[in-house]
């Protein structure tokens, strides 16, 4: 019965309500704040405790963009005004919210937008937030793998909670909960790539509903594919992040300048809600999640929408498309191109190569390579692009030095591209596997004092707390060696380049890892005694390779 109703929008002084007949969603008039979801027997899903003032950007103005039995969006802008300079970050907000005849969730997107004439600024932040019933919601998903019930937010405050290194970090001294007792609570540990970063949320078991963040593409993120962001956290804290700091500092802060002209689209995200029959026979956990993970294949299929009313949210006729094929020609490997298999191919603004890894002001779309190097890279958005790739495997980065137009409509065929990796000879040696992961180096186990139970064995164990001192408790007294063709980098070379910890003087130096080669050194005697050897060193955060010539001068001897 619920399915046949419309939409309604009931629009009062304070508030504004949207209701479908599957949940009602309450919004501050004219704020554009949420401040109410009632939803599966649930009078409101968001903590009430939680302050109005306490909940993000306002607007000062609201507006009905489409209002219909299928669909209803609103509009709650805020404008600035050279009177807040100081006051206010220089940009038109334009925060909007779709909801759907038979949709069991609602939309939202906003619209920034920085005129030409206008002071400069930073945009550290931006995100989409929601703080649930801490009653209520206690069984967080992140993914997969990383499911569990998590800590109340009281658990975090002293004396329940003790901080440790950083205030993100808390170990649990005295939960609600016993079985908690002695963990680690830290927001990052629940960190994932953009491209991993899809759908995840919270489960209230009693009634059984899931609150799930969908975001269905990463166009309008910052960083690329590869870039780590925050999703949920104790809270209960759910998030669609946008633009951030974390795991990269300033140069992910977008920077406009004075005079410089800005826009930009972020979303939309699909805030999904479900519930099971309270007498289901299963886990209502797993089919929740199952459910959260079937409709976020829904959405992503389903992107670009059609449906958003804002002219700046370009839909999928006004798009564009990019296809190719990806070969890597490396003649110290194969004398034939070798198939750029599993390569991520993507089109970026225009920069030097690797550029995409430092961009936040614009977009972003990439895809993956087949096992032929052939790709497609769908619902582009008009204007000028360079392509970048990387292949896992090879060191390096690719660019293609033309630019790529994209307009409405096109179809662009850019035919066999060959990415050369940077060399200088064959390889005499290497460390570890040139894909953007440590996974393949050495993860030690925590200090048992300092765990959260969840990663023990885990293969993202590389997030437990305090990883970063065990380098100094292996390591006492000087930095590790690696031996070339005696070491194995699996068990013999740190997943990370953490600063030393001298215990005496509780001073922090900078690691200085040597790596020497072992065995015969008769076959480097050939053409003279000093040899001219090229160390092209990488990391994981895909920095750009740098090639040192390093003069090394061999004994005459065995040994």
Same mark, same amino acid.
């Given at each position: ?314 839909? *999928?006729?006004?798009? $564009? ?6 070969? +890597?020609? !490396? /003649?110290?490997? %194969?004398?034939? @191109? ?30 993956k390579a087949d096992e032929d190097g052939f790709f497609s890279i769908n619902n ?40 050369? *990796?940077?060399?200088? $000879? ?6 570890? +596997?040139? !894909? /953007?992961?440590? %996974?393949?180096? @050495? ?30 408790e292996l390591y006492p007294d000087a930095d590790l060696v690696y031996n070339v ?29 040597q790596s020497r080669r072992r065995g015969s050194q008769r076959n480097l005697q ?34």
């Open positions: 019965m619920a399915a046949t109703i419309g939409v309604q929008l009931h629009v009062q002084d304070r508030h504004v309500v949207l209701d479908n007949g599957f949940l009602q969603v309450t919004l501050s008039n004219p704020d554009g704040i949420v401040t109410g979801i009632r939803f599966g027997g649930l009078d409101n899903l968001l903590e009430v405790l939680n302050q109005e003032s306490n909940r993000g950007i306002k607007g000062t103005s609201f507006e009905v963009i489409t209002e219909t039995e299928d669909q209803v969006e609103v509009s709650f802008t805020r404008t600035w005004d050279p009177s807040l300079q100081g006051k206010q970050v220089p940009l038109n907000i334009d925060k909007r919210f779709i909801m759907l005849r038979g949709s069991s969730g609602f939309y939202s997107y906003a619209i920034y937008n920085h005129p030409k004439d206008w002071p400069a600024f930073s945009l550290a932040e931006t995100r989409i937030a929601f703080k649930l019933r801490k009653d209520k919601f206690h069984y967080m998903v992140a993914s997969d793998n990383r499911q569990r019930y998590m800590p109340l937010p009281d658990d975090r405050i002293p004396p329940r909670g003790q901080p440790l290194a950083y205030p993100e970090a808390v170990q649990l001294v005295n939960p609600v909960e016993a079985e908690l007792k002695g963990e680690v609570d830290d927001k990052y540990q629940y960190s994932c790539d953009n491209k991993d970063n899809k759908v995840h949320g919270w489960i209230c078991t009693d009634p059984p509903v899931g609150f799930w963040q969908i975001t269905p593409s990463d166009e309008f993120r910052s960083g690329g594919p590869v870039k780590q962001n925050l999703t949920s956290h104790v809270g209960p804290t759910t998030l669609a992040m946008f633009i951030s700091a974390h795991y990269s500092g300033e140069d992910l802060v977008p920077k406009i300048g004075d005079g410089e002209e800005w826009e930009k689209v972020f979303g939309p995200v699909f805030m999904y809600f479900n519930t099971t029959p309270v007498d289901a026979s299963e886990d209502p956990k797993a089919s929740l999640w199952e459910d959260a993970k079937a409709q976020m294949m829904v959405e992503v299929l389903s992107w670009p929408y059609t449906f958003p009313a804002s002219e700046d949210y370009q839909k *999928p006729d006004q798009r $564009g498309y990019a296809t190719g094929r990806l070969l +890597v020609q !490396d /003649r110290f490997v %194969s004398d034939d @191109y070798i198939y750029a298999s599993g390569a991520y191919v993507g089109l970026a603004p225009p920069g030097d190569v690797g550029s995409w890894q430092r961009e936040c002001k614009k977009y972003q779309f990439w895809t582009v958005l008009t204007g000028d692009y360079n392509l970048y790739a990387w292949v896992p495997g090879f060191v390096g980065d690719y660019r293609c030095d033309a630019t790529v137009s994209i307009t409405s409509g096109c179809y662009v065929d850019m035919g066999d591209l060959v990415f050369e *990796p940077p060399r200088n $000879g064959p390889t005499l040696w290497e460390i570890g +596997v040139p !894909d /953007r992961s440590a %996974s393949e180096f @050495y993860v030690p186990d925590p200090n048992p004092k300092y765990i959260n139970k969840l990663l023990v064995n885990h293969p993202e164990k590389f997030r437990q707390y305090g990883l970063w001192e065990r380098y100094g063709g005696a070491s194995d980098y699996t068990k013999d070379w740190f997943f990370a380049q953490v600063t030393r910890q001298q215990h005496i003087s509780r001073n922090h130096m900078a690691d200085q890892v050939v053409a003279s005694r000093d040899c001219l050897c090229h160390l092209l060193r990488t990391s994981s955060s895909g920095e750009r390779p740098e090639i040192g010539a390093d003069l090394f001068k061999w004994a005459d001897r065995e040994g």
